[in-house]
């Protein structure tokens, strides 16, 4: 046990390094919090019922933008079921072993030579869309990416909730610095006197403004990948599929697309519940009654067509 002690301590200090990001974001919101609330509205503001009305949306962006930031980080990336398949007795390859084991399994996608997708790393065979995540060390399914803002994979089980992160993140940023510019230029133009409220609210806009900017292009890419029913690692290398690679594979459509990842019930779609269609295994494909031999694999691997 002693040889492994430095691999379990570096495994540690890398588990508290990933966290830096998440409490650097936290740090700057909570500063967001105190100078909006206090310097700006209590402060800074001399209207009463500008004040109130400016609270009151202030904390429904702030809570909506918390509560979908939380759950994106601790709600638990799913993982495939363990069943594995190392321990055969008979004399046979490894990829006859996971032919017959996928006999059982609805895949439709293999890898680019035409072979059954498997992990060695956790020792299961890989659902569509699942893929080994190096920095979770474990298979996700229906993997995004990894998110460090986040400290958390991204896929089946916080899809929406990531994808809400995103929209509130950008109300929240966007309605501070639409109601903070007035201010800011009152303050820049001297026409308000330098109290300690001017730092705070100069800063405010910078950093309201700077990451509205850098989450618009993310927030806009995603919302298209929902639209193709895409995840990030499929829009870089489109999955293969018995046909051969496809990256319209498993769109179904924009409206059917939209539901997978929100649900069909639109009173749900903006609070950060999981309502995603599915159970992240198994996928509706656009070549389901094309795909005639799913019913019939055969022990022997195709050989590679390309």
């Given at each position: 046990?002693?040889p ?5 301590v ?5 588990r508290g ?9 936290a740090l ?6 105190y ?5 700006l509205?209590?402060f ?7 004040k ?8 429904l962006?702030?809570i909506?933008?918390?509560w979908s930031y939380?759950k994106?980080?601790?709600?638990k990336?799913?993982?495939p079921?363990?069943?594995r398949y ?6 046979e ?9 996928a006999?059982s399994l609805p895949?439709?996608?293999?890898t680019?030579a035409?072979?059954?997708?498997y992990c060695?790393?956790c ?9 080994h995540c ?9 993997m ?11 896929g089946?089980?916080?899809?929406k909730f ?6 509130y993140?950008l109300v ?7 109601t903070?510019l ?7 133009t001297n026409?308000?006197?330098d109290?300690?409220a001017?730092?705070?609210v ?5 950093v309201?403004?700077m990451f509205?900017?850098?989450?618009l292009?993310?927030?806009s ?7 193709k ?20 594979g498993f769109?179904?459509?924009?409206r ?6 929100f649900g ?24 389901v009654?094309?795909?005639?031999e ?10 590679n067509?390309?």
């Open positions: 046990a002693a492994m002690a430095p691999t379990h570096l495994r540690c200090c890398q390094l990933a966290w830096i990001p998440v409490i650097f974001i700057v919101v909570c500063w967001s919090y100078a909006y609330v206090v310097e509205c209590i800074t503001i001399p209207s009463i019922g500008e109130i009305v400016y609270l009151i949306f202030f904390h962006s702030f909506m933008f918390v939380w994106t980080i601790f709600t990336p799913a993982n079921s363990k069943e190392e321990k055969e007795e008979r004399p390859t490894q990829q006859e072993i996971l032919w017959r084991a006999t895949l439709y996608t293999r680019g035409g072979a059954i997708r060695d790393r020792q299961v065979i890989k659902p569509d869309r699942c893929h190096s920095a979770c060390d474990m298979c996700v399914l229906k995004d990416h990894h998110c460090p803002w986040v400290n958390n994979c991204v089946f089980s916080n899809y990531f994808i809400l992160f995103l929209a993140s929240y940023c966007l309605f501070i610095a639409a903070v007035q201010y800011f230029i009152k303050f820049w026409e308000l006197p109290t300690h001017k730092f705070h100069l800063f405010l806009f910078f309201a403004a509205c900017i850098s989450i292009s993310l927030f890419y995603h919302l298209w990948l929902v639209g029913n895409r995840s990030t690692i499929e829009a870089f290398r489109a999955p293969v599929f018995r046909t051969g690679s496809d990256k319209n769109s179904l459509g924009f059917k697309n939209i539901a997978q990842v069909d019930q639109k009173k749900y779609w903006l609070l950060p519940v999981f309502t995603s269609q599915g159970d992240g295994l198994t996928f509706p494909t656009r070549l009654n094309a795909d005639v799913q019913a019939t694999v055969t022990l022997q691997p195709e050989p067509k390309r």
